[in-house]
């Protein structure tokens, strides 16, 4: 999984400075941003800071560039200021042992809180050594060495493989009632080693819509206890993201903070079940280095879904978009609107989503001149398919049906584009998965997918996958950051065949451990295959809402090579004819 998941990993996101921005790209920023590709969190309490991660002074005399960023600089900032606070304390008092989660409990606390910015972005802020150095003497002289304890909260997190996580995640909060209560379990880990134990927790939370219905509560030696929360849902009306930390405070005259509770919903937005199934946000506007986020709940039957974001008249924009699916993972980074160069317009659809709350993030461009000032838009589409028949010489018919309530022609087309074989195949210990293949003359493209459950992914700290050449070289590569990744060749050979190896290189937490996994390998042909899509002899089709209809294919059996295990595949494209945009791509099978 991710290891700066883990309760005993120390994670960091990171920041661009206005000062670094400006000297080494030419930014100019408005404040200190966290930069786009800093992981945020959601189940789980993470990150704990943020810290500085552009620079130009650590990187190495090997690297053919000089200005780099990334986590990986930023962690080694939020080490070095845990390393000064070592040194000081073993200097101002001699002999003293710092345990690491007390540390990291005090770098934590003195963060500096960052305007713009939620609990899942910044974790508790930006990173302070001045104030952390203050706050380790203070403790120290508190005594809070010997009385330091640390604690295991979990809650209710549904899209976790075991619904529960360190933090309360709704993902779609629109179903909460204002009677519905959730609880966080908290369990002392006994860090002091001790049987007997007491102590009394007074209970703060920093958000008004989320209302803890104890004030104090108490644990007594391992036993745990529980806190409720109820939402004022009065104040989470607008949809957005809600985010509220509850502190557990030691109920005595330090007032030593000892836990906390994390909670998160989200309230999406929902499009009408009438009209045209869209949403609109007009004339919006996001700084250079900053995020807008929009939540959106995928409407039922929907196969199709076009974002379009485009310039506000007359005004400044570079901007782009990136679409989060609801497991937090990345389904597209849209290219930018930069009106400086006179693209003023980007849209893309996509098709077959899987049900949930996405996310899409309009991103003010760190190099943006000014303020981005823009227009959005999200489109669905319903049109579904009601059989699952494998297309052949004698079944040749497919049923659809639009979904939702509009009327609308279409024109179809559809093309045979290749074939695909799915491999099941399991990966153990520190053993590689190689597996041979061609790349023929008539093709243009093979596409690998790799995909593990969540409870096998988890079981990785890394996993690397690549292709060599026929001389051992490697030619493309990638890792997963997410249960599922894919990796592309194009045939750039002349030859009649190109003999290429598909490699996996897992990196298991645990050595014994052992993972199954599905890997499709798509073939695509170089040549172009039509296919014949009609509804009573024409082209032209008439969708109604919910009424069926026949779709009859027709296509001539290519002369290309076909392994005997594989599955050859095609589209049908329904393009609209009054917008002249396709609005859903149908994937077929087909058996020869």
Not at 192 to 210: N, V
Not at 237 to 261: H, V
Request: aromatic share 12%.
């Amino acid at each position: 999984g991710l290891p700066s998941a883990s309760y005993s990993v120390f994670s960091s996101g990171a920041i661009l400075t206005q000062e670094v921005g400006r000297d080494l790209y030419g930014a100019t920023l408005n404040k200190d941003i966290i930069l786009y590709f800093s992981s945020r969190g959601g189940e789980v309490r993470k990150p704990d800071v943020c810290s500085p991660g552009a620079c130009t002074s650590t990187v190495p005399n090997w690297e053919n560039w000089d200005r780099f960023w990334g986590t990986s600089m930023a962690a080694p900032y939020s080490a070095g200021v845990m390393s000064l606070l070592l040194s000081a304390a073993s200097k101002e008092y001699p002999g003293i042992k710092i345990p690491s989660q007390l540390l990291y409990k005090i770098v934590r606390e003195s963060a500096t809180h960052m305007e713009d910015y939620n609990h899942l972005d910044q974790g508790h802020g930006y990173i302070n050594a001045v104030s952390a150095l203050n706050l380790l003497r203070k403790y120290i002289d508190q005594g809070e060495v010997k009385k330091f304890e640390t604690y295991n909260v979990l809650s209710t997190t549904p899209n976790f493989p075991n619904g529960r996580a360190s933090n309360l995640y709704l993902r779609n909060g629109l179903f909460l009632q204002k009677e519905d209560t959730y609880s966080f379990k908290i369990t002392r880990n006994n860090f002091q080693k001790t049987d007997k134990f007491y102590r009394a927790y007074r209970l703060e939370c920093d958000s008004d819509w989320l209302l803890p219905i104890q004030k104090k509560t108490y644990i007594r030696n391992d036993q745990p206890t529980y806190v409720s929360v109820k939402f004022d849902l009065d104040k989470m009306k607008e949809p957005g993201l809600y985010t509220a930390r509850i502190t557990g405070f030691r109920d005595d005259k330090n007032n030593f903070p000892e836990f906390e509770m994390l909670a998160v919903v989200v309230m999406p937005y929902r499009v009408c079940s009438e009209g045209d199934r869209s949403l609109t946000w007009e004339s919006k506007a996001v700084e250079q280095g900053l995020v807008d986020r929009y939540f959106i709940e995928l409407p039922a039957g929907q196969t199709g879904m076009k974002i379009d974001l485009s310039a506000v008249k007359k005004k400044y924009a570079r901007a782009r978009f990136r679409l989060v699916d609801p497991d937090g993972k990345d389904v597209d980074l849209s290219p930018q609107i930069n009106t400086v160069d006179a693209k003023r317009e980007i849209e893309n659809t996509y098709y077959d989503l899987k049900p949930g709350v996405y996310e899409l993030i309009v991103e003010g461009h760190y190099l943006a001149k000014d303020t981005s000032h823009y227009n959005l838009s999200v489109q669905f589409y319903g049109i579904n398919r009601l059989d699952n028949t494998t297309i052949d010489s004698e079944n040749n018919k497919i049923e659809i049906v639009n979904l939702f309530n509009k009327v609308d022609d279409y024109a179809m087309k559809g093309s045979l584009l290749g074939y695909e074989i799915n491999h099941q195949a399991t990966i153990q210990g520190s053993e590689k998965f190689r597996m041979p293949f061609v790349l023929r003359k008539g093709e243009s493209l093979k596409e690998f997918k790799l995909e593990f459950s969540k409870e096998d992914y988890n079981k990785f700290t890394d996993l690397a996958f690549m292709i060599y050449d026929s001389e051992g070289y490697v030619i493309e590569k990638s890792a997963l950051s997410y249960r599922t990744g894919s990796l592309k060749l194009y045939n750039i050979s002349s030859e009649d065949s190109t003999e290429y190896i598909f490699e996996i290189v897992p990196g298991f937490a645990h050595e014994s451990s052992l993972a199954d996994f599905t890997l499709t390998e798509k073939t695509h042909f170089r040549s172009n295959y039509d296919l014949d899509v009609v509804h009573n002899r024409k082209s032209i089709i008439t969708l109604y809402p919910s009424l069926p209809k026949t779709v009859e294919l027709y296509y001539e059996i290519p002369n290309e090579y076909l392994p005997t295990d594989s599955q050859p595949i095609g589209k049908i494209f329904f393009e609209s004819t009054s917008t002249k945009e396709i609005e859903y791509e149908l994937p077929i099978q087909f058996k020869f």
